[in-house]
């Protein structure tokens, strides 16, 4: 298993604090991104920009990262553009909620 791979099931282990779906599959991660040095660099984004619970899902997602073996440090970027909306989740994320 490659290492972006890892931290794809670990991100996957990580929940929406308002909706029962997984980060990975509700479309809030935009990139992964690992240098040489085994850094990993998360680009996401959440449901609402003020979502109350925004620092407790980001240190979610960080920690989630962090534990991955093999992940010398995690950095996470947080971006608005494009705003997430329900055409970034996964088939099994429409499936889950029973939109489709």
């Given at each position: ?24 599959d ?17 680009t ?24 991955v ?32």
């Open positions: 298993m490659t290492l972006e791979h890892a931290i794809i099931r670990a991100l996957r282990q990580v929940y929406d604090p308002e909706i029962p779906v997984n980060i990975y509700l479309g809030l991660i935009y990139a992964i991104d690992i240098d040489a040095g085994h850094r990993a660099t998360v996401m984004t959440l449901t609402a920009p003020n979502c109350p619970l925004a620092d407790q899902l980001l240190q979610d997602v960080h920690d989630a990262v962090r534990d073996p093999g992940v010398a440090d995690v950095s996470i970027n947080l971006t608005f553009d494009p705003p997430w909306d329900r055409s970034r989740m996964s088939e099994e994320a429409l499936l889950e909620l029973g939109l489709l």
